[in-house]
């Protein structure tokens, strides 16, 4: 695999969960209601996504909305208050007689397993209200192995949670303490040998992360082998302290140099195909018995707000605090103020911060960038994105064009492929000629 360049890699740009990105998404959106309302007259299936914003502790290279408590009372507030938007959403689909058809859940955050085995059972027990768990597709679970035991995984399957994920991160001692999360590589060994009880089990690795060098992340990557997940989430470690005051604690002089990331992806994506993995999108992996892989290899990959994942469900939405929704051509965001957001559930309202409506330019292009993303080829229709291509044919080591079709060839850069087709974060001379070739076209 070649290695590019760090300028090329580094690009400054979105992973594009959405398109627009979250940063276009307005505080003075309305007509969520009658989006949702519209959305279940269709009867396509969603996924719901459910964030718990508590963690035991701080980890500092962590970018989510989080609240660090081991109050039980203060967690059990939160809970109460989750029950109860999950009771709202079942009265506003009684009152109009209409199902929703949940075919996935996945409980994120924060830290679902922060929950105790009794809080745990409370929120499914509540879900099952709204749709059997045990009859979902899938029910997927992100897990903190410090925080777990057998017994607690025993608990979440008997509650239906069917795959789990371990926010593994990185295996070298030294690092975990500079991100303040050590977790022996055998306590995550202790809890894989309750993997039967689940379809299938995610790793979540990061790159970038203060005092990793190639051979300390070459080493974690030959033991993440040696436990074999069925799927892998590679991700590059984002260092914005600007954004998150606790990254402060991370010493700049500590980082990987710019020119080592490269390095760092394309050797352990090499060194996972290699073992047997596929690449799935942009930085996911998969065993072939996988349905991620499967449906890499089928065409029926797709991309949400929870990265990769398999159809034929791709519209979700969002329960608890900060939690996204994207649905039709809807995209939506809880308040991240817990006040805020107790407020508008006790009023028995959707807690809704802010939100956008795609333009039929949006809705194309967002076609475009997803199925760059999922199958690294999209078609083009050439008079609609003349800009588009008269740029992308300066980028021939990157892609092909061949008719209508756009094929990626450097899958590595991926990303500066689907930048092309990101009206909303071009240089403004570029979005003028853009805006008069949507009109010609319109």
Known sequence: MKIPSAKDFNLTSHWWTSYPSLNHWREDFTGYEESLESFMATGQPLHVYIHIPFCAKLCHYCLCNVVISNDRSKIQFFLDHLLKEIDNLGEFSRKLDRSLNIREIHFGGGTPSHLDQQQFSQLCERLNTLVDLKSCDEVAMEIDPRTVNRGDLAHYASCGVTRISFGVQDFDLKVQEAINRVQPPEMIEELLKSRGLFKGVNFDLLYGLPYQSLDTVRETVERTKQMAPDRIT??????????????????????PSPDELPVMFCET?????????????????ALPHDTLAKAQKEGTLVRTFNGFKSGPTKDMIGLGPTATAAFGRTYAQAHYDLPKYYESVNKGEFPILRGYSLTDDDAVRREVIFSLLTRQKALIPDLYFSRELKELQRMPELCKINGYWLTVRDRVLLRNVCKVFDIKDILPEHMKIAQKTIRRVA
């Open 234 to 255: 590679l991700l590059k470690y984002c260092h914005a302290p600007e954004v998150r005051r606790h990254m402060k604690l991370i010493k700049e002089e500590t980082l």
């Open 269 to 285: 994506a090499q060194s996972l195909m290699d073992f047997g993995y596929e690449w799935v999108g942009l930085d996911h992996f």
